[in-house]
């Protein structure tokens, strides 16, 4: 005996029937199976064959067609459309990772494309160079007098700024400064010999004589001066930025306002004299104003949040101009070099 499969397209359901001959219907095809497995005797209908056609019909339409927008677990970001298999498939799923649009890309240059004004808060601590010059050679043993006894010692600054970046980056700053250079006097005479007279009085009140008295011994002077100094800085330079680091240079004049000294150094006659003689004198030693000063620093600004850096800037100033008057027999002119450490606020 042998089994036929005959197909019909014309009907509504399937069967299988057991033939003695082979049927000469078309499509029909032979096996050798044996006829009691019920598996030849189960009906496939046309609906069903129907509805897995219409199902691999939707998914050639969803495979075809860009899903939409899929919201992501994190607030504000979303995934973009995603073509091809990978639609479907992420069609209930939230990614851990979200992607985002080309617009919100990190930048590794910052706070390009405007202009901004910020504020500098500094203070640093200085090292200052002195310079002291004779105007004629007969005061030369006098300059030497005054480098021996005199050496600056720890000194600072502060300033406020208020400046603009250009989206060039160029910037234009305005500040306030202050600045204190402390000096230390020290003199020093193993052999110091003191005349001073003394006065004689009777019980009456009425002078009997003049003594003189000699007395020899060591002398040590120490003093702490102090050279303070107020002027408006005025600087013009380039700023480059980067991840979180702006690097610059800016260079600019520092006009002083005033300038006040106090304290205690070698007079031109060898002896200590107070610097407040002097000042009170028709011949002080030192100016009030001194000019101007040439300034300039390399910025380096740490960003810590989006309006918030950390400034560290090596900075020089020079002063060109002598701080002493014309009736003073030296020149004296200064070198300062400090590190401004500070913040800086933008807007």
Same mark, same amino acid.
């Given at each position: ?11 509504? &359901?399937?069967?299988? #029937? ?32 129907? @509805? ?141 010999? @003191? ?80 610097? &407040? ?55 004296? @002119? ?9 913040? #800086?606020?933008?807007?």
């Amino acid at each position: 005996n042998t089994k036929s499969i005959t197909h019909t397209p014309n009907k509504q &359901t399937l069967t299988t #029937r057991h033939h003695h001959t082979i049927s000469p219907t078309p499509r029909t095809w032979q096996s050798r199976m044996p006829a009691k497995n019920p598996a030849f005797h189960q009906k496939i209908t046309i609906s069903a064959l129907t @509805k897995k056609a219409a199902d691999l019909a939707q998914r050639k339409a969803a495979l075809s067609t860009p899903s939409k927008e899929i919201k992501a677990k994190q607030p504000g970001k979303s995934v973009r459309p995603l073509p091809g298999l990978l639609a479907p498939l992420l069609r209930d799923v939230h990614p851990v990772i979200a992607y985002t649009q080309p617009g919100d890309c990190y930048s590794f240059t910052k706070r390009k494309g405007n202009n901004h004004f910020f504020v500098d808060l500094l203070g640093a601590p200085d090292y200052v160079i002195p310079n002291i010059i004779p105007k004629s050679s007969e005061f030369e043993n006098y300059v030497t007098e005054r480098n021996q006894t005199e050496n600056y010692v720890f000194s600072y600054s502060g300033q406020l700024g208020l400046g603009l970046e250009t989206e060039k980056g160029i910037v234009i700053r305005l500040g306030l400064n202050y600045s204190r250079y402390q000096s230390r006097f020290r003199k020093s005479d193993p052999n110091f010999k @003191k005349v001073s007279i003394e006065q004689i009085f009777d019980n009456q009140g009425n002078l009997l004589r003049n003594d003189t008295v000699t007395t020899f011994g060591s002398l040590d002077i120490q003093h702490f001066n102090s050279h303070q100094y107020l002027g408006i800085p005025l600087t013009l330079g380039y700023t480059t930025s980067g991840h979180q680091l702006d690097i610059g240079f800016n260079a600019g004049l520092q006009f002083n306002i005033q300038t006040q000294s106090k304290g205690r150094f070698i007079g031109a006659d060898s002896q200590t004299t107070p610097l &407040t003689i002097y000042r009170n004198s028709a011949q002080p030693a030192y100016k009030s104003q001194i000019g101007w000063q040439a300034i300039a620093n390399l910025s380096l600004a740490y960003e810590i949040s989006d309006h918030i850096d950390i400034l560290f800037a090596p900075h020089i100033k020079y002063t060109p101009n002598t701080i002493t008057t014309a009736f003073y027999p030296l020149d004296e @002119k200064l070198t300062t070099i400090g590190l401004w450490i500070g913040g #800086r606020i933008r807007f």
